[in-house]
C-alpha cells in the first residue's frame, strides 16, 4: 500500500486526464500513440513526486508528518531507487509514442523534476516555475502525440498560470517548514499576505486571457460566460478570502484542495465548450 501512496495516485491520475485533454482538445483524430504518452506521464509524475519526498523528508517531519517517508513506512534508498526506477520505465515507454518530441519532453521533465527536488524547491521562484511547466506540458505531451499541438497549448497556458498561484499557496502554506531547513521561496521573503498579493498577477493574466481567446472565438459566448463565473470569479474570492485570513496556515491549505478542483471545473467547462456550438 505504500508503493502505491507515495505515488500520490489521484495526482498521477489526474495527469493522464491532462494528457488525454491536450490530444483530444477540439480533435477527434484518435492515435494509440496516446495511451503510450498517459502511462509514460503517469509513471514519472508519480516518480517526482516520490523524489521530491526523498529530499523533503526533514522538512516534511515538520509540515506532512503522515506521509508515507515521515511517518517511516518506507526506507528512504528503497523510495529513492522505486523513483528512479519508475523515471527510467516513463522515458522508455515515451519512446513508444514514435515522436521525438514527446521522447524529448519525457526526459527533459524527469531531470527537471529530479533537480527540482534536490535544488530548486528551495530557490527563489525557479522551483514554482519548474511545477508549472510541469502541469502545462502534460498537455502538450498529449498534443504532439496526436498531432493536436496548437488546441493543447491554450489549456497548457491556463496550467501554467492556475499551477503558479497554487505553488504560490502553498509556499505560504508551507513557510514553517520551509523557512527551518533554509529554503528561500517567495513567502519565506515576503511573507504570506505580500504572496497572495503577488498572486494577483498571474490571476490577473487568466482572467485576460479569457477575454482574449474570446476576442478570438476560440471559446464560444457560454463557455465564456462559465469561465468568468467559474473561474475567474473563484480566484478573486480566493485571493480575497486569504488577504483577509492571512496569518492562518489551514485557511490556505483549504484554498490550495479547493482550486485543484477548481482547475478540474475549467477543463470541464471547456470540455463542454466542443460542443456548443452544435445545432
Known amino acids: 500500500m505504500s508503493f502505491l501512496k507515495i505515488l500520490r495516485p489521484y495526482n498521477c491520475f489526474f495527469v493522464v486526464i491532462c494528457v ?15 495511451l503510450y504518452a498517459a502511462i509514460s506521464a503517469f509513471l514519472i509524475t508519480g516518480a517526482g513526486y516520490i523524489m521530491n519526498d526523498f529530499f523533503d523528508l526533514t522538512i516534511d517531519i515538520i509540515n506532512k508528518p503522515n506521509r508515507v517517508l515521515p511517518s517511516g513506512k518506507m526506507n528512504p534508498k528503497t523510495a529513492y531507487i522505486y523513483s528512479v526506477s519508475l523515471f527510467l520505465t516513463g522515458i522508455i515507454i515515451s519512446f513508444l509514442t514514435k515522436n521525438v518530441y514527446c521522447v ?11 533537480y527540482y527536488a534536490k535544488f530548486y524547491k528551495m530557490r527563489f521562484l525557479s522551483g514554482n516555475l519548474i511545477v508549472s511547466y510541469a502541469a502545462a506540458s502534460t498537455f502538450i505531451f498529449g498534443g504532439l502525440c496526436n498531432n493536436n499541438f496548437k488546441n493543447s497549448l491554450f489549456i497548457a497556458i491556463f496550467a501554467f498560470l492556475y499551477t503558479l498561484i497554487r505553488e504560490f499557496i502553498k509556499d505560504a502554506e508551507d513557510i514553517e517548514g520551509d523557512s527551518k531547513s533554509g529554503a528561500h521561496t517567495l513567502a519565506i521573503h515576503f511573507g504570506r499576505k505580500k504572496t497572495v498579493l503577488v498572486s494577483i498577477i498571474p490571476s490577473l493574466v487568466i482572467v485576460l486571457f479569457i477575454f482574449y481567446l474570446f476576442h478570438l472565438r476560440f471559446l464560444y459566448p457560454n463557455t465564456f460566460i462559465f469561465m468568468n463565473l467559474f473561474v475567474s470569479l473563484p480566484l478573486i474570492i480566493f485571493i480575497i478570502y486569504l488577504i483577509n485570513h492571512s496569518n492562518d496556515k489551514g485557511k490556505f491549505l483549504k484554498i490550495s484542495s479547493l482550486m485543484k478542483v477548481d482547475m478540474l471545473i475549467l477543463l470541464i467547462i471547456l470540455w463542454m465548450g466542443n460542443y456548443e456550438n452544435i445545432q
Not at 488525454?20 to 496516446?34: E, I, M, P, Q, T
Not at 524529448?104 to 529530479?114: E, R, T, V, Y
Open 20 to 34: 488525454f485533454f491536450g490530444a483530444f482538445y477540439k480533435n477527434s483524430l484518435f492515435n494509440y500513440s496516446v
Open 104 to 114: 524529448f519532453i519525457a526526459i527533459f521533465n524527469s531531470l527537471a523534476l529530479f
